[in-house]
């Protein structure tokens, strides 16, 4: 399924002295089988646009469709829409909420997967949970509140993933995870793309991850869509970024300083490109002077 | 000057022990330090903060602060004034329904007068670039508008002892670089002890110090580069090189004669001195 938004525009508290623009006209396609994307400075409208994709936030205004889902129209079918776009929330507190690590999870496939049974229910949720990286029998009759920060965010990730949603959105979930576990995610979520997960969409604050991990990537500022492409497009702008409160990856920063001392680098920003990369110049220069 | 003492301390959460989230750490951390504290979740990082300011007290062992006793309920007052700590979530810091409150409640609470609580306001909110916000309502922000709240409420106090318990991790670029100044400035010009948990090692290069817990257990404690010069060792505890020291040790196993780096400017500084080398 594409998602396709024009001109969506999102007011939170309208009317009120609160009111306050959170999307001022987004325009984006996401194509399906993309692993898409999405930075932006604090407040620029990435949550509230992400929000809109499983219809926790109606269309106000604008356009807003996934594959024939029309999401501005009151009669859309949303229960089955959420079937098929699963989201995990910034906060994954926003998410937890049954006393057991094991009933959170089942929550969302008792919703969406009617048909399977308590054994199957169970061994899907035992299934999710270690796919995250956690002990079953750790953590099944723990409170979700009772764990540690990056233990929560595996849970809300496991009770997401169980349901095998075909469009995947993810708003900030590497946060809070420990260096192996943000791995781990990426490698999970590269290991169910194109499988029963046809599409990706990441928000992230870190450019790196990004650079590594997407097709395409949009840039929001100020409730609009500022650019949009490759990641090897997008951080070639490195000065429009960091104008509008982002960075560039360490492969960027360090290519950037390369060229200004006239060594010419081409790289799409990837660790395994730049290194390949900087091997090849060495290779090209050693060889001239060697002979 | 000991800031923060830990004398063989386990922690439980439960009742009838066993299981330590924190299990017999003895730590030194002096006054005017700035110490990075890393490990995979679950490791006890939290807790161990929250020992620190006597929110959770110690099964057994003990925690001073500035040479009190964190057991010592008469204490509990001045420890949380001198160690001011930033919540992992946001949400359960805020207090006020307006930001301009949320941030004076710390200073209110420590009894400042008045003008100079003012004061630490502008200077808590412009300093992590909240200013136009003032009079916003907490719950009305974005995540990482929040969590800037947040900092904020705790830079108002000035603590002599701050803790951020991986609060930067939802702030934009941009943020995580003026917040992560701010608490490096405090740290060089007024002395302030940082204590900084994060899963980003990037930040715990701007350290004096950084120390891994595992299990529990602090099982590294040394210089930053000295850490991150241990790759192996640091895979074992969930932890990675910061991404630039990667590069750099990816080109040295491909046989290239670059030196150690861990920042992109020393990288590229590797790099063109080996390329010229030829
Ligand atoms: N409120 C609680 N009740 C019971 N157990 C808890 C509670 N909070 C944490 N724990 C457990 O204590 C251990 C240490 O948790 P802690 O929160 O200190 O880890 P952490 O290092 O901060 O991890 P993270 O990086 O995920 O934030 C974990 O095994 C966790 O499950
Ligand atoms: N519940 C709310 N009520 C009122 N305004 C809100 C609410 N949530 C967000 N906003 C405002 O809408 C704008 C966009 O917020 P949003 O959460 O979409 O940003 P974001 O790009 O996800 O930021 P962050 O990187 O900090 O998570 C911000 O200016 C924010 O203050
Ligand atoms: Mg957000
Ligand atoms: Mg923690």
Known sequence: MRIVAKGLKYVYNPKSPFASTALDGVDIEIKEG???????????????????????LKVSEGYLKIGE??????????????????????????????ETVEKDVAFGLKNFRKELNEEET?????????TVGLDWNAVKDASPFEL??????????????????????????????DPLGKKELMELLHSIHGGWCKTIVIVSHDMDEIAENCTRAAVFSAGKVVMEG??????????????????????????????SRGIKIGTDFTCDDFVKQVLALRGKGGERDDE | MEAVHFDNVRYSYREEGGEYAVNGVTLTVREGEFVAVLGRNGSGKSTLAKLINALLEPTSGTVTVFGMDTLDEKKTFEIRKN?????????????????EDDVAFGPENIGLPREEIGKRIDFALKAVGMEQFRHATPSRLSGGQKQRIAIAGVLAILPKIMILDESTAMLDPKGRREVME??????????????LITHFMEEALQADRAIVMHNGEVVMDGAPEEIFARSEELESYNLTLPRAAYICKKLQEAGMSVGNAFTAEELAEEICGSLQKG
């Open chain 1, 34 to 56: 993309e692993f898409f994307g999405i930075i932006g400075h604090t407040g620029s409208g990435k949550s509230t646009f992400v929000q809109h994709l499983n219809a926790l």
């Open chain 1, 69 to 98: 889902y029309d999401l501005a129209e009151k009669k859309c079918n949303f229960l089955e829409l959420r079937s098929k776009v699963g989201m995990v929330f910034q906060y994954p507190e926003y998410q937890l909420f049954a």
């Open chain 1, 122 to 130: 169970r061994a899907a949720v035992k299934e999710a949970l270690e």
């Open chain 1, 148 to 177: 540690s920060g990056g233990q929560k965010r595996r849970v809300a990730i496991a009770g997401v993933i169980v349901t095998k949603p075909e469009i995947l959105i993810l708003d900030e979930p590497a946060a809070g995870l």
């Open chain 1, 230 to 259: 490759k990641p090897s497009e997008i951080f070639s702008r490195a000065d429009e970024l960091l104008s509008l409160g982002l960075d560039i990856p360490v492969t960027a920063k360090c290519a950037r300083i390369l060229q």
């Open chain 2, 83 to 99: 160690a001011g700590m930033v919540f992992q979530n946001p949400d359960n810091q805020t207090v006020a329904s307006i930001v």
């Open chain 2, 182 to 195: 701010v608490v490096r400035r405090l740290n060089k010009e007024q002395g302030m002890t940082v204590i």
